[in-house]
């Protein structure tokens, strides 16, 4: 707040503050300033869904298969630990889901130390019998001068749409709306209030010029403001009129950005619920969202890997990226599940490993096929009968 102070001289209007000189000086202070912010409801939205996926994304494992082996090599470190000097793999992969969800496409570039980089911003060139070629690369408002040819990066796209048009298209009915809906909060719990000023001084155009701006000043807080107070003086009477300040119900202003929510999140496959923290049959959402949304794009990030990372007889010999992405269960609770496949002789434990995530262990005894008891003694009862 910027203060500006004055030596009051001379007579007229303000000799009616001449005891309160202080008003005088009100009129010159800058006190009713516009804080008020907008609800940024469009941002919201996109951010609420988008950070979700992104974080989910981030918390996954990027494994290097050789076999029946995981290794833990260079590519392993680039991926999950630390891919350049000034990431981490947690905000790395953060800002590459973001990208591809927000832009429709991500370009993840090499740099001479091995690196991995996210382009803020690329040219590229498509070519129906050639590799694409990627120019104009810039990583933090720096420019790099050479270019990259298909091979030589990882390029990932989203969608055949770009995110942000569908949002500012949807946005502009909702954003209409949420607006209308605000204003009219906004005049329900308005103050409203009135200055009467002394007839004898309202012939000053210089003091009524004063005095209108310090009421227009008041005017905006009143509009904008949810608290205005206003300090009384010799010389004029403010009156308030509207004298119930009590807030208003907001339920239609929460429906509106409830309402464009639910359709930024359908517009990418998370079920409204979660966005929304329904806890309502919460396990059901989930596996939703992580069938739907998570593994889809988990899917394409890890074809990109490997399509990138290793040659065909490389791929065909079993070596691989896989991304273990984060469970929402415990292995306590598919004990029984694995039990029960195990028991039956459906599964062999390093099958049931490989599901759970873990890495396949060198013993006889997991590689078997067993059948417990029950499952043995219904076998031969379906054969020779009832056994004794």
């Given at each position: 707040m910027k203060l500006i102070f004055r030596e009051v001289k001379g007579i007229g209007f303000l000799d009616l503050f001449k005891k309160n000189s202080e008003l005088e000086i009100m009129f010159d202070l800058d006190l009713?300033?516009?804080?008020?912010?907008?609800?940024?409801?469009?941002?919201?939205?996109i951010l609420t869904c988008i950070n979700?996926?992104?974080?989910?994304?981030?918390?996954?494992?990027?494994?290097?298969?050789d076999g029946n082996k995981f290794l833990k090599n260079e590519i392993y470190y680039r991926l999950n630990v630390k891919p350049n000097i000034n990431q981490t793999a947690t905000t790395f992969w953060q800002q590459?889901?973001?990208?591809?969800?927000?832009?429709?496409?991500?370009?993840?570039?090499?740099?001479?130390?091995?690196?991995?980089?996210?382009?803020?911003?690329?040219?590229?060139?498509?070519?129906?019998?050639?590799?694409?070629?990627?120019?104009?690369?810039?990583?933090?408002?720096?420019?790099?001068k050479r270019s990259f040819s298909r091979d030589e990066v990882i390029y990932l796209e989203y969608n055949n749409e770009k995110l942000t048009p569908l949002i500012d298209g949807l946005y502009?009915?909702?954003?209409?709306?949420?607006?209308?809906?605000?204003?009219?909060?906004?005049?329900k719990s308005q103050i409203r209030s009135t200055v009467d000023i002394e007839a004898t001084k309202a012939k000053d155009n210089s003091i009524m010029a004063k005095l209108q701006n310090f009421v227009n000043?008041?005017?905006?807080?009143?509009?904008?403001?949810?608290?205005?107070?206003?300090?009384q003086q010799p010389g004029y009477t403010y009156t308030e009129h509207s004298k119930d300040t009590r807030g208003q119900p907001v339920e239609e202003v929460d429906k509106v950005a409830d309402g464009f929510l639910v359709q930024v999140a359908r517009a990418m496959s998370i079920p409204p619920a979660l966005v929304k923290g329904e806890m309502a049959d919460?396990?059901?959402?989930?596996?939703?969202?992580?069938?739907?949304c998570i593994d889809p794009l988990i899917k394409k990030i890890s074809d990109e890997l490997n399509s990138q990372l290793f040659d065909r007889s490389e791929y065909?010999?079993?070596?691989?990226?896989?991304?273990?992405?984060?469970?929402?269960?415990?292995?306590?609770?598919?004990?029984?599940?694995?039990?029960?496949?195990?028991?039956?002789?459906?599964?062999?434990?390093?099958?049931?490993?490989?599901?759970?995530?873990?890495?396949?262990?060198?013993?006889?005894?997991?590689?078997?096929?067993?059948?417990?008891?029950n499952y043995a003694d219904t076998a031969e009862s379906f054969e020779g009968g009832e056994k004794e």
């Open positions: 009713i300033e516009d804080t008020s912010k907008k609800i940024q409801m469009k941002k919201m939205a979700l996926i992104s974080k989910t994304i981030s918390m996954s494992e990027f494994r290097v298969k590459v889901v973001y990208k591809l969800i927000y832009d429709n496409e991500c370009l993840i570039i090499q740099s001479d130390t091995d690196d991995l980089l996210v382009a803020d911003s690329f040219t590229k060139l498509e070519y129906a019998l050639y590799s694409d070629i990627f120019k104009d690369v810039v990583v933090k408002n720096h420019t790099l502009s009915d909702y954003g209409e709306l949420f607006g209308r809906i605000i204003n009219a909060q906004k005049r000043k008041l005017y905006h807080a009143f509009a904008d403001k949810d608290i205005a107070i206003v300090p919460v396990e059901t959402h989930t596996r939703n969202f992580m069938l739907f065909f010999s079993d070596k691989k990226i896989e991304i273990k992405r984060v469970r929402y269960r415990d292995i306590f609770d598919v004990a029984t599940a694995a039990d029960k496949l195990r028991g039956a002789g459906i599964a062999n434990g390093n099958e049931l490993r490989d599901e759970l995530g873990w890495e396949q262990v060198d013993d006889p005894i997991l590689e078997e096929y067993v059948i417990t008891k």
